[in-house]
């Protein structure tokens, strides 16, 4: 059974810059999709970004483009979101998410993996 724990989450002021990271675990990732979701309060969850363990292509959310840069360490098992220039409208709690096959997946019943999330708050 494949494990996703998110750390690196916290309180920051705008403009500043925060680096999630994701281990999994319990599995090989091989043809594995992994991927970033946000979700705000009384709001829907929202795709980010995602990457392909196999190939470390990516696809990206538009707001998501110029800002954040996720990537992939083959040998920790570790997928991150590098977030910089942060928003108070980014504040959010995040949540890694995994899947088989293509990383260009909006939607969350697309992703049957997925880890229990770290907040991250974004003040003005």
């Known amino acids: 059974q494949l494990r996703l724990t998110e750390s690196g989450g916290g309180m920051v002021q705008a403009g500043a810059s925060l680096r999630l990271a994701c281990v999994a675990s319990?599995?090989?990732?091989?043809?594995?999709?992994m991927g970033w979701f946000r979700q705000a309060p009384g709001k829907e969850r929202e795709f980010v970004a995602s990457?392909?363990?196999?190939?470390?292509?990516?696809y990206y959310k538009d707001f998501a483009k110029g800002r954040f840069t996720i990537s992939k360490d083959f040998s920790k098992n570790t997928v991150y979101l590098q977030m910089n220039s942060l928003k108070p409208e980014d504040t959010a709690t995040y949540y890694c998410?995994?899947?088989?096959?293509?990383?260009?997946?909006?939607?969350?019943?697309?992703?049957?993996?997925w880890g229990q999330g770290t907040q991250v708050t974004v003040s003005s």
């Open positions: 998410a995994a899947r088989s096959g293509s990383i260009v997946a909006d939607s969350r019943q697309q992703w049957p993996y």
């Open positions: 990457i392909s363990w196999t190939t470390s292509s990516t």
């Open positions: 319990g599995r090989t990732l091989s043809n594995f999709a």
